[in-house]
DNA sequence: TCCTTTCGTATTTTT
DNA sequence: TACGAAAGGA
């Protein structure tokens, strides 16, 4: 406790009522969260198994467990809830599934899967516009956040493509039903709607749930809210960590109001402004206040830090994008060698995702090692998904989808023709597509080869099925991969040996993730099956912890959106420029505040220097266009800043010594 | 079924 | 310009 300063320790000993911490850039939120678990636990008497703590990333969750496990010792800790909305949500669901009448083992639905069953669907009904599928998929998604219900979705339509939408979302939902299958906006939706029509469930999980702690409010969609909300009830055991200076997802639904809501849903909110930061520098500091400045507020919040008052902030203009990323390579290997430290303490961060290219040329041809953050998940990569969809099918035979995706791979000889005509048949008979192998009157529509193939495939598959809830689970499966020579289907799909090999490691890992979970679920629940694990399974992103192992002295490139949370020393903000940032669609539909933010959220990953990027002209949709410095430049303090090449002369000069510099750093390393 | 060509489009992304 | 998706041909 004596390591907290005096805003922290009264966010840390407030238990009497709702809570409301604002907590600035770097001011120590996640040590107030868990330094708060642990005195709840050691000091309130509160035993661990009624608090929960709610994130929204697995990262955090994972950073928190981890932190509050060095805090709190032994067997105090057991039973304490650190997870995801999303797998808070899921827990409830499994819990409760009978009550909400899904068979165990449902399948949770992704993206993809969402959106190819929606293509499905609008097919099926023979809609001309299979266009608007994304569209329709985003709507229904915004629905889903704001509980609106296909219905309501319907009446509320202003257009003739909300009303298509409002009805495909109806069939939608009757297919998620039929596969038994929830999606990942479900995961909240379901349990949010539950509680509110079953008083005597909600106070049941009102009893197990004493204390709840949220991190990152200013993210919570509508139904998010409302779940927190129905959770804590009137007993108001409630604290909530948030920024609304650092809200940049309100364009996929997240409410950064609902942090000023909670004023008026808890009339006793009591509020705790955190504004000393322990990362950065001041002068980084007043730029960040001073650019925030210019957003309106509901809170008002000063950062500050005793880190010293540090370098200037340097602006560097470039005559195009290549000098741009040519120059920041120079610049890393410059410092790295000069300041005696690691490329780890780098990190590169932009506005969108192709910004990277040029810079990643650049960083290969001057072998700087780099990592990458966002990309494919690794849940969107082919082989996960394909091993994924047998796991589906074996623990819910009812996921069409899943079945779909895999009857034919590999090769089974089973063809568009036979699958539509099983599909139809299982619709008319309202049974599954696996169901419907089995069944006798297919004999009616189907060659009796096409039929024996069918039945073939069915067999393998529940024997498989059978042995997973008798023998080693995860023998079984291994077996069935090899059952179904994954391997040379893989190598036969790839274009080099390379990618196959890479490919079939992914499998593995995959395999020993749903080990590891399996054998983690075990620990704490001696009877959880093969089917938890998998169904937990689709909530983990397994490419973060994939990725810790490997080594990692490498420079960071980041979007700014993947940035948060994250601090280097030596950050560079590249593309301040308009249309870039603050981006060309957010300028039209008015959303700049937003893009301030964005771009305070870059400043403020900065401990020790930051440097801020232009280009006189970039190559935009092939046409060199002049660009105009950002309008976030003008709204930083100018005694902190220091320009280098703003007249067109001097950039000439600067190119030229940026050259200089790198070959004869070159020389020497040689 | 695979490969080529053409066409359209062009933030941010977690679960 | 540069990519991915869809369509068309072998």
Redesign the pocket.
């Known amino acids: 406790m004596s390591t907290l300063n005096p805003r922290q320790k009264e966010a840390v000993l407030y238990v009497d009522g709702p809570l409301l911490v604002l907590a600035g850039a770097g001011s120590g939120k996640t040590s107030v969260i868990t330094r708060k678990i642990a005195y709840l636990i050691e000091t309130c008497g509160i035993k661990a198994h009624h608090i929960a703590a709610v994130t929204?990333?697995?990262?955090?969750s994972r950073e928190m467990k981890e932190r509050v496990g060095k805090l709190v010792k032994g067997p105090a800790s057991r039973g304490l809830t650190v997870s995801?909305?999303?797998?808070l949500g899921?827990n409830i669901i499994r819990r409760e599934h009978k009550l909400l009448g899904f068979k165990p083992g449902f399948s949770i639905f992704?993206?993809q899967d969402a959106n190819a069953l929606i293509k499905g669907l609008m097919q099926k009904d023979n809609l001309e516009e299979?266009?608007l599928v994304d569209t329709i998929q985003h709507l229904i998604s915004s629905w889903k956040n704001d509980l609106i219900g296909p219905d309501r979705a319907y009446q509320q339509a202003q257009n003739p493509n909300e009303e298509l939408a409002a009805r495909v979302y109806a069939s939608y939902n009757r297919s998620l039903r039929a596969y038994n299958a929830v999606d990942?906006?479900d995961?909240i939706l379901i349990p949010t709607l539950l509680f509110q029509q079953r008083s005597d469930v909600l106070e049941r999980w009102q009893r197990k749930i004493r204390y709840l702690l949220v991190d990152e409010y200013q993210d919570t969609n509508t139904s998010q809210y409302l779940m927190v909300k129905l959770l804590v009830g009137i007993r108001g055991g409630l604290t909530v960590v948030g920024d609304d200076d650092q809200s940049?997802?309100a364009?996929?639904g997240a409410r950064p109001e609902n942090l000023a809501l909670l004023k008026t849903d808890f009339p006793s909110l009591k509020v705790v402004m955190l504004e000393q930061n322990y990362r950065s520098t001041s002068r980084i500091l007043k730029a960040a206040n001073q650019l925030i400045m210019n957003n309106p507020h509901e809170f008002e919040k000063t950062l500050w830090s005793e880190m010293g008052s540090g370098d200037p902030l340097r602006v560097i203009v470039n005559r195009n994008e290549d000098a741009e990323a040519e120059r920041i390579a120079a610049d890393i290997i410059e410092r790295r060698l000069r300041l005696q430290n690691h490329y780890r303490d780098y990190a590169i961060l932009y506005?969108?995702?192709?910004q990277s290219?040029l810079i990643e040329m650049k960083l290969q041809v001057n072998q700087i090692p780099y990592k990458l953050?966002?990309g494919t998940?690794f849940?969107s990569r082919a082989e996960v998904k394909d091993i994924m969809g047998y796991l589906k099918v074996l623990i819910n035979p009812d996921d069409d989808n899943a079945f779909l995706r895999i009857i034919?791979l590999p090769?089974r000889e089973i063809?568009?023709g036979t699958l539509e005509k099983l599909a139809s048949y299982a619709t008319e008979r309202k049974v599954s597509m696996f169901e419907a192998c089995g069944e006798l009157g297919l004999t009616q529509v189907l060659s009796a080869r096409a039929q024996a193939k069918l039945h073939e495939f069915s067999h393998w598959l529940k024997a498989v099925h059978q042995r997973c809830y008798q023998n080693d689970p995860i023998e079984v499966i291994k077996q069935m991969i090899r059952d179904i020579d994954y391997e040379a289907w893989t190598y036969?799909?790839c274009n080099s040996e390379l990618q196959a090999e890479r490919r079939m490691a992914n499998v593995g890992f995959l395999v020993d993730s749903l080990q590891r979970t399996l054998e983690r679920l075990q620990e704490d629940n001696p009877d959880a099956e093969i089917d938890d694990a998998v169904t937990r399974l689709l909530?983990i992103?397994m490419l973060?912890q994939q990725e810790e192992d490997e080594d990692d002295d490498r420079v960071q490139l980041?979007?700014?959106?993947?940035s948060k949370g994250l601090e280097y020393p030596h950050v560079y903000l590249i593309g301040m420029e308009e249309e870039l940032l603050p981006?060309?669609?957010?300028i039209e539909?008015d959303?700049v505040e937003?893009?301030r933010r964005?771009a305070y959220v870059g400043i403020t990953r900065a401990r020790k220097t930051l440097t801020l990027t232009l280009t006189r002209q970039r190559?935009q949709?092939?046409?060199l266009i002049d660009t105009v410095p950002s309008r976030f430049l003008d709204e930083l303090p100018e005694e902190d800043l220091e320009w280098f090449g703003r007249d067109p002369g001097c950039e000439v000069e600067n190119k030229a010594q940026g050259r200089a510099t790198l070959s004869s750093l070159r020389d020497l390393l040689k």
């Not at 506005?351 to 192709?354: D, I, M, P, T």
């Not at 980041?558 to 993947?562: G, R, V």
Request: glycine letters at 8%.
């Open positions: 929204f990333t697995n990262k955090a995801t909305f999303h797998n899921l992704d993206a299979t266009d990942f906006d995961l940049i997802y364009w996929r506005r969108g995702n192709h290219r953050s966002g998940s849940f034919n090769r063809g568009p036969q799909n909530l992103d973060e980041s979007t700014l959106h993947a981006h060309r669609n957010s539909d959303f937003e893009e964005l190559k949709y092939g046409e």
